[in-house]
């Protein structure tokens, strides 16, 4: 008899709704946490990053409210008071994942490293504890590249930016993913000087009209972007340190943040001694997220590495995974992980939503996509709140399915929900064209995008003529 039915590594989104969701339906299960409960999301990812964007963007609020005759003066960034938001927004949000909370339902929570012993054991706090099942949920950190110059250089990443006692002078970002991103403008918008390297184009997971945009905003807000960038050397300073690109430009910057991806956290598991294959991805995982090698293991979160669909690192993928798993492993239901209707969301200002595919992505898989564009400045909500960029992009097949969804605008991630239900419930394109939308919002330029769609036949000869005729009739 093993001494847990489940064992779980890992207390962050992916482990804790695992955890969370089998306690509920009765196994005795250890969970096993080495720094803080709620991982990442929580203490170094997505609570810290909104809860600073949140500032910034109150101070870029407070910058343009002249505009609508408020005049205010230039906003005083008190950078003490910043962090205690920050770090207040995390000590609300943690008794959901606290051990406390994690105890109360019956798991036995152990704070510590674990590794395994053999494919059906684990080590932890020097005890070795038997399982039926065990699911690695230990998700990923910041990749650190190999640069010369970088170890003497104080770089910063996810889990050591929310911390500065100061106010960064110029804070240099490597990398202009969501990261990059979210962190430049949080930093511009509270008065830092912000440039960011970036060694192919930002956003470059994002259609391009659409990163177009936020480049513009980014621009104008004044942080530097250099695009196709690539960083030769760092080299310390007095304060700070001094970037040298490979053109040999020379930045001298206060902080270097690295934001350039992330890697699974394998290191320490000993997963040989498990038995658990893994790629430089991850953990390798059938489609419904159980060990290739080892069926006692599953593996969820940004450290899951399904066959031929790879990891996405977002919260609620974490929770998608844990689903999955209560459906095959628990209730031995066929279940698999499905991205089609995937949304992900950079909270810039505006913010940049996709869900589904991109134009580039529906080409590339041959099916024959096609765009169907409104601009969010021409919706009447935009021109009362003097919103001057923004664009919805829908990728729609030639039979009005939607494909994919983009959104430039503000708070486009509360549209992604929608293209998410439509997409995946497979709904005609007609059901977002005929919706009833309140006047005056920015979704209505999704409604006007997807009427385009039908524009043609709606507006043809054919119906004008047909018109015609029925006007004739008695
Ligand atoms: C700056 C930033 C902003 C982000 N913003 C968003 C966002 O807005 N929206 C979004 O959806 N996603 C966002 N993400 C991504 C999101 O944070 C991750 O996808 C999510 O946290 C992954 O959860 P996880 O449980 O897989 O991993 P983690 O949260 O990393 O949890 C894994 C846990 O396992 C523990 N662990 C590792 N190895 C061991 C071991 N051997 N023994 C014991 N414990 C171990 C770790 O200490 C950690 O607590 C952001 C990420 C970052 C870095
Ligand atoms: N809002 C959100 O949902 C959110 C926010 C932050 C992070 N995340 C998750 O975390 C993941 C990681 O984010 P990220 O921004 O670190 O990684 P990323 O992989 O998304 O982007 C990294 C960027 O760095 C660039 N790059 C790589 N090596 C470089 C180098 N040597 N020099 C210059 N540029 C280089 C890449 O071209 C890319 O544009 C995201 O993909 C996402 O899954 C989500």
Redesign the pocket.
Known sequence: MPDFDLVVIGAGAAGLSTTALSAALGLRIALIERAEMGGDCLNW??VP?KALLAAAHAAAAARHAGRFGVRVSEPEIDWPAVRAHVRGAIARIAPTDSEARFRGMGVEVIRASAHFTAPDEIEARGRRLTFRRCVIAAG?S??V?D?PGLGPVPWLT?ETIFDLEEKPEHLLI?????????MAQAHARLGCRVTV?????????DDPELAEGLRRVLVREGVTLLEG???ASVEPDRPGLTAVLEDGTRIAGSHLLL????APRLKGLDLQAGNIEATPRGIATDEGLRSLSNRRVWAVG?IADPRGIGP????HVASQHAGVLARRMLFRLPARVDYAALP????TGPELAQVGMTEAEALEAGLDPRPYRFPLPETDRAVAEGIEDGLVKLVVNPKGRLLGAGVLGPHAGEMAGVFGLMIGRKLPLSALAGLVLPYPTLAEAAKRAAGDFYAPKFLSTFSKRLVGLLWRLP
């Open positions: 990812g997505c990053s990923s910041a990749v590249p640069i996810n490597l990398g202009g993913g969501p990261i990059g991103l979210e390297i970036e060694a192919g184009r930002i956003a470059g997971r960038a690539r960083l934001a350039v991806g992330r940004d996405r690192a977002f919260t992900r969301v950079t909270y």
